[in-house]
């Protein structure tokens, strides 16, 4: 590859103005979920999850549009069964969903049928799910800035892993709208897995265990230069920790002997006392206790005041719902075959299992999931945060707030230029040490020989002007160019680094507009100790590397030159007298003997002695094709 000519220079944005190191900026991580949102932040350099003034680490994520104002979280769930159709709940599952999609889920709301998105009829007119999400997050914002006395600087928001781009950007619309500078959006999985630190582990394949109230998420990420990619995901949209609560109470009505089924007339002697939702909330309540402790009992409020206890083992729970927890793991089993099929004969090396979501408390799940994965799954952070501490954590790095040995790579510019090889085994820097993030730069490179049609893309990462001497970052190929003469084809190389330092590379074709691409994290493995080597030695050895690459120019060119010398002789050789082909072989001779050496001087002479040796003979054959041109046209008008 050979660069062709300098042609773009774009910024993706504006540089921001540098942060002053001593000040800590306020960043925050946003778990919006679909039953309960948090809030996490860093004190002290530890994830801390932040309360409201009770004392509640979760926000349940249900907006009330009330004859008062809007109301959020708990207030709101009180008023949900008496006015259903003002009180949204789940409205996660309505982001960035049209009408049709919304009428499936046979929600209690009037929906209505707005260009794009869906709306919602309430008291205070239509809203959309972006501005009921913009309500969520707005309480939580306040609920920070009040923790944290002062404004929020930047925030990160999970999503889940398959939510696609009109989801994830209702999601930026609503925290826009909140007023939060949104740094980033996370995936739900990684940030569990960033949560524990699993991004700076050994690399491979972890499978993130989701199990919530209402939903199963399974999702296998692969991680590579410090990078998670998510390879698969699966689960169920309706199974979650509510569905063992139904079976619950659906065994509690059979063991009172009111009957087998949840059948108005038969419940009506408990319907009398207990409402259904009652019967909910204490079937979770023994749920939950199961998790502890081997027995508990259920108590159920009959007519007349009439109360029973129905005493429950774990193992009597575990043997009405293990159905349930067979479903996640046929769904688990399906997400890894994707995996296998995404990794594409690469052998899937499981690091570790990393679990989300209340309902992974219970041991029956953890056991299900270790035996099917034959790992101890990661239990340690509670089940609850750990999606948004792994957001606060990230968010932490994204504003720079992050310290210690590998600090440098959250401060918002790049530490060692980033660059591409070229012929000769030089280093093209297409983005240079000190440049603001996020950036992207773009240049031009051809081939170098006639008919090639692959190109190697090595990404170098240093001060120095020969690769070997810089760190390489990654190789690809672009393939599928076109055969065309050497140094026809044009092939813009795009480098583009994030806000997090993420590095992107791209090659593209430009006539046939074949691609191809990789993503590297060059802050991945590097010591500060190693920067500021790498740097001196850039310093260092400045001017011998100055020499080497005009030697080694020169060299690519002396053989550029003999290159395209060879094939005019083998094509028009008959044009040449004895006498000139002599003379044209001698000076082949004396460059490929002179390009040999070392004297960059020496071979540039040479190089000028064939091209002026040739130039004759170059005129000669621009003849003759000419002349081949017009006997074509002339055949081709008779
Ligand atoms: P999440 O959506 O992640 O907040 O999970 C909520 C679900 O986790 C609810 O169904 C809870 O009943 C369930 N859960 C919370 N704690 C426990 C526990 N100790 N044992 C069993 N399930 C639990």
Known sequence: MIKKNFVALLQISEPGETPDPHQRKRAIGIDLGTTNSLVATLRHALPEVIEDHLGHALLPSVVRFSQDGVQVGQEAMEQAAVDPKNTIVSVKRLMGRGFADALEQSLPYDLVDAPGMVQLSTRAGPVSPIQVSAEILRKLRERAELALA???????????????????????????????????????????????????????????????GGTFDISILRLSRGVFEVIATGGDSSLGGDDFDLRLVEWA????????????????????????????????????????????????????????KIPLTRERFEALTSDLV?????????ALADARDALQGEPLNLEAVVMVG????????RQAVKALFGLEPFIGLDPDKVVAIGAALQADALVGNKTGSDDWLLLDVIPLSLGVETMGGLVEKVIARNATLPIARAQEFTTFKDGQTALAVHVVQGERELASECRSLGRFELRGIPPMPAGAARIVITYQVDADGLLSVSACEQTSGVKAAITVKPAYGLEDSQITEMLQSGFAKAETDMLERRLREQQVEAQRLLDATRVALHHDGDL????????????????????????????????????????????????????????????SSL
């Open 326 to 334: 067979e479903k996640t793991l046929l769904a688990t089993r399906r």
């Open 253 to 308: 009505i059979r063991e009172a002997g009111l009957g087998d089924t949840i059948d108005g007339s038969r419940l009506s002697e408990i319907a009398q006392a207990t409402t259904w939702r009652q019967l909910l909330s204490e079937a979770r309540r023994v749920k939950e206790a199961l998790s502890s402790q081997p027995m508990a009992s259920m108590h159920v409020v009959l007519s007349g005041d009439n109360e029973i």
């Open 358 to 365: 209340g309902s992974t408390r219970m041991p029956q799940v």
């Open 576 to 635: 040449l007298s004895t006498d000139d082909r002599t003379q044209i072989d001698a000076l082949m001779d004396r460059l490929t003997q002179t390009a040999q050496g070392s004297d960059h001087q020496a071979i540039r002479a040479a190089v000028e002695a064939l091209a002026a040796g040739t130039e004759t003979f170059a005129m000669q054959r621009m003849n003759r094709s000419i002349q081949r041109a017009l006997n074509g046209q002339q055949i």
């Open 150 to 212: 002062g404004d929020i600087d930047g925030a990160v928001i999970t999503v889940p892993a398959y939510f696609d781009d009109a989801q994830r950007q209702a999601t930026r619309d609503a925290a826009q709208l909140a007023g939060l500078n949104v740094l980033r959006l996370l995936n739900e999985p990684t940030a569990a897995a960033v949560a524990y630190g699993l991004d700076t582990g050994a690399e491979g394949v972890y499978a993130v265990y989701d199990l919530g």
